[in-house]
């Protein structure tokens, strides 16, 4: 049994394709970064955030990989459409929030430990995406979809 999951999943082509995808915006990041920055940073890799969003670019491509796959009028395409909506929204919009307040509360704690009254540790700031960079990876992940198919 546990050997028919494993050949189910090496023949799943949407899945390969949606992970390639996320890889490529990754990539991206990191191609970006080095040439805005003039420097590697790790965190591009593997981190959230940054141009293009790679959550954008991976739900985008599991939605049109469906579409194309089991019809743009399937259940199937229907639920990973609605899927990618929620995880655009939030990647752009609750995830971003949540960056613009940890910057906020930096600079509060900053003050602070300069008077010498707090030791905690900074907040991640980087953790949403500007609609520029959910509107790339969108982009990227409707390209890949339709280029592996």
Known sequence: MHQDILKELLRNKIIFITILTWVIAQMLKVIIGLFRDRK???RWLI?????PSSHAAGV???AMATGINYGFDSIYFSLATTFAFIVMFDAQGVRRSTGRQARILNKVMDDIYWQGKIKENR??????HTPIEVIAGFLLGIIVAYLAY
Do not use: I, Y
Request: glycine letters at 24%; a negative charge.
């Open 60 to 62: 985008s491509c599991l």
């Open 47 to 51: 981190g959230s955030g940054g141009m």
């Open 40 to 42: 590697f940073d790790f």
């Open 123 to 128: 907040l991640r700031e980087f953790v949403g």
